[in-house]
């Protein structure tokens, strides 16, 4: 095992798969799976690659998630060694993709593969959804996949998506939800003017300021059990022509909420428009729901996937609904329960993206030793 995973992830690495360029990755990675007996299924859309693959038709259905696509290099004069030429170092992989997440890919595959070895009659049935658009607009990616699944009325009872979730120590944190994420696009109108007469004018900022203050130091909630607080964070504040003498006409801010269950869509949604009018302001605001949240509880896939971790790195995971979004947010549709579980996540997006070597090999020892337990062999 140890080389053929480390063989998988290199093949993979030395793709430039930037999102959304496949370059090549799903191609590899079908031809293996239709050997192994999958059932292939492109969907592909906008210049977004993606496939379905499945083996056998009945319950439960196991499926491992993820993507293909990686985000730029940033400067390579930066790199030790290039990005795309996978490079061992004091027993470390680098390369851009080592943790997020081909190496994860690479792993779901050396899994498959020995445990189909193993269990060429297993019960149940194993999916794959692999994406080139997560790290992007994710429009045409995953969303797409689950739309088709869901309009044939296909369901998924246990997704692993190969996230790179570990903190510190490999097998010390497993993702079973994350937060929601909601945007605003907020327009403060005001009267330009010249800056000389401000009696003449009304100025955007200054009417904004207060209810940005207050915004700012809302407590929306106090999370529980499953998701921290609700934060509210603006992300980009624009106005003024670039002349130093002229009162702006409007100001433009754009805001997110990072939410759990705590709070509703509606209840942010209605709590802002409150604030902004008690302050009198004239406005104009538009919402984009970037994600619901989700959330999987204690059962099946995250007792088996703990389990495995426990037995094959010695430790159990800290179960967590930290961090951003993942594909995860649309799996969840069509899927009983989804989890996420990878190496650690360090180093990517970063200069110098590695992974161990040893924990990849234990990464898959752990998928292999999950879809184990969940198809009960």
């Known amino acids: 095992m140890p080389g053929k995973v480390l063989e998988y992830a290199r093949e993979l690495i030395a793709r430039p798969s930037v999102t959304p360029i496949d370059a090549g990755c799903q191609d590899w990675l079908m031809a293996r799976l239709e ?114 699944l869901a309009a044939r009325h296909e369901r998924i009872d246990a997704c692993i998506v190969g996230e790179p979730t570990c903190n510190t120590t490999f097998g010390d944190m497993m993702k079973n939800g994350r937060r929601g994420s909601l945007h605003g696009r907020l327009r403060i109108k005001g009267i330009q003017a010249h800056i000389a007469y401000p009696h003449l004018g009304k100025n955007p900022i200054h009417l904004a300021a207060p209810a940005i203050a207050e915004l700012a130091a809302t407590v929306w909630d106090g999370g529980n059990n499953d998701f921290p607080p609700t934060t509210w964070q603006i992300s980009n504040m624009h106005s003024g022509t670039g002349a130093m003498n002229v009162i702006p006409g409007h100001a433009d801010i754009a805001f997110n909420f990072r939410f759990g269950t705590a709070s509703s869509i509606a209840s942010l949604q209605n709590r802002v428009v409150a604030l902004l009018d008690q302050h009198g302001l004239e406005y104009d605001l538009e919402w984009e729901i970037g994600a619901k949240p989700f959330l999987t509880p204690r059962g099946s896939l995250v007792d088996a996937l703990s389990d495995a971790t426990q037995e094959i790195a010695g430790i159990t995971p800290e179960l967590s609904t930290t961090g951003g979004t993942s594909d995860g947010r649309f799996i969840s549709d069509i899927a009983d329960q989804v989890v996420e579980f990878g190496p650690i996540n360090a180093s990517i997006h970063k200069i110098d993206e590695h992974v161990d070597v040893k924990e990849l090999e234990q990464l898959a020892r752990i998928y292999q030793r999950t879809l184990e337990k969940l198809l009960h062999v």
């Open 35 to 148: 050997k192994l007996g999958f059932s292939l299924e492109t969907v592909n859309q906008g210049g977004v690659s993606n496939f379905w693959a499945r083996r056998g038709l009945a319950a439960p259905l196991v499926c491992f998630a993820g993507h293909t696509d990686v985000v730029p290099t940033g400067p390579l004069e930066q790199w030790h060694s290039d990005p795309f030429v996978p490079m061992e170092r004091d027993g470390q992989l680098y390369g851009r993709g080592a943790a997020d997440m081909k190496s994860s890919i690479a792993a779901f595959l050396s899994a498959v593969e020995d445990f189909l070895a193993e269990h060429p009659e297993h019960p149940g049935s194993i999916a794959w959804l692999i994406t080139s658009d997560e790290e992007g607009p994710a429009i045409d990616g995953t969303l797409r996949v689950v739309e088709r």
